[in-house]
């Protein structure tokens, strides 16, 4: 989250680089049609065509990219999908060659039947908008399928830092809170008095302890944010040292539990720049693997806040420390210029990355609202609705403003 460790990062990749996967495929053979799904290219085995002018576009692709269920009955040529989210079930039967489509039972006339164009059903793009509550469009002009994703109930973690009391009254709409007041300071120690990390000072009736018991009254769990990077080695001194190692987490789960936190998130930033990466990940292990063994016993729980994989810090064992923690958060930030949206391919691979290791229930998308505005947030939220991640982390409150929570608001329910 600090911003030094931040510039570090984007300054290595620049410099350093990384070996990137296979690009997905965006678009058919053809090269002429191209479907966007939230503002990013979506994969397609067939390209969308016009039939009698009607948008047909391949249903399991766009589909499954949504979380609906698809199964296929050969003998029957029948394809049926299932939607299930909080306002209850949806089932639609399509049959290849017939205009009649049944919805939970009920008949729909389509404008054209589903057609099997090379092994791929198509169905019209307006009849999948209207049953799936997606917002669906066609342009001629750059022959662009478009479809914008329906609102999703997921996992949202809002951070908390200095300079975040403007936009206190958010808290209630997020399902945690993570407050960034301590940090691992230079010589390694656990402090709640840094320069940039540090527990805030009483307003008259308003005290960090009021704002902490307030979230929990309204639902909203609120975390200890524990931050550090390792720009003086203030980290590795702390995980080189199982003395002071010890007498950090010892630290860390007495003041959450003292003040009535619910949860500690864990953001130790900078890990594996140099040196010998198993070493420093076993390092990191270790550490989290005993903070987690004090924590739990407290009714702790416990998130890990980590750099992407396809950044620079290779510190970082994504799948075992998946099995040590309640949920992992990645950072998918801070790849090039901050002051403006992060390139959604980058973003796109950190998450396949990590999903190569930790299963998409434990993987949250870290979002950072300094580099997003109002045209861009909604396509981060999407691949992480696209991917079927457990939710999405908002860096930082007092930097959201209207604009950006307002299409948050469309995208997620908040």
């Known amino acids: 989250m600090k911003r030094l460790s931040k510039l570090l990062l984007c300054a290595a990749i620049t410099i350093g680089g990384y070996t990137a996967l296979p690009a997905q495929p965006t678009q058919a053979a053809a090269g002429s049609v191209s479907i966007m799904l939230d503002g990013y290219p979506l994969p397609f085995p067939v390209p969308p065509a016009v039939m009698n002018g009607t948008t047909m576009v391949p249903f399991r692709a766009i589909s499954e990219a949504l979380g609906i269920q698809v199964k296929w009955d050969q003998a029957a040529k029948k394809i049926t999908a299932t939607k299930s989210d909080t306002a209850g079930s949806k089932v639609v039967v399509l049959t290849l060659g017939s205009a009649k489509a049944a919805v939970n039972g009920a008949v729909v006339q389509l404008a054209v039947p589903p057609q099997n164009i090379r092994g791929t059903t198509m169905i019209p793009l307006s009849f999948f908008g209207q049953q799936f509550g997606a917002g669906v469009g066609w342009n001629q002009a750059t022959k662009t399928v478009s479809i914008t994703s329906p609102k999703k109930d997921m996992y949202t973690l809002g951070f908390y830092a200095q300079k975040s009391y403007s936009e206190v009254s958010l808290i209630p709409d997020f399902n945690a809170i993570a407050f960034g007041w301590s940090r691992i300071d230079r010589s390694g120690q656990f402090t709640t008095t840094s320069t940039d990390f540090w527990w805030p000072k009483a307003d008259g009736d308003v005290t960090p302890e009021s704002i902490v018991q307030n979230a929990a009254a309204g639902g909203t769990a609120p975390y200890l944010m524990v931050y550090s990077g390792d720009k003086e080695l203030e980290l590795t001194k702390n995980l080189e040292d199982p003395a002071l190692q010890q007498q950090t987490i010892s630290g860390i789960v007495s003041l959450a539990t003292e003040k009535g936190f619910q949860g500690i998130g864990l953001d130790l930033e900078g890990l594996g720049l140099t040196g010998d990466k198993k070493t420093v990940q076993g390092q990191f292990n270790t550490f989290v693997k005993n903070l987690a063994a004090a924590a739990r016993p407290a009714g702790l729980k416990l998130t890990v806040i980590l750099p992407p994989l396809n950044g620079s810090f290779k510190g970082y064992d994504y799948k075992t420390l998946a099995s040590l923690a309640d949920d992992l958060v990645i950072m998918a930030y801070a790849y090039e210029d901050e002051s403006k949206p992060e390139p959604l391919n980058m973003v796109d691979q950190g998450i396949r990355l990590a999903l190569e290791q930790v299963s998409k229930d434990k993987l949250i998308l870290g979002i950072s609202v300094y580099s997003e505005d109002e045209t ?7 691949l992480a609705k696209r991917y079927g991640l ?25």
């Open 376 to 382: 861009s947030v909604n396509a981060k939220i999407g």
């Open 390 to 414: 457990k939710g999405i982390a908002i860096w930082r409150l007092g930097l959201i403003g209207q604009p950006v929570w307002n299409e948050m608001g469309k995208s997620v329910e908040l």
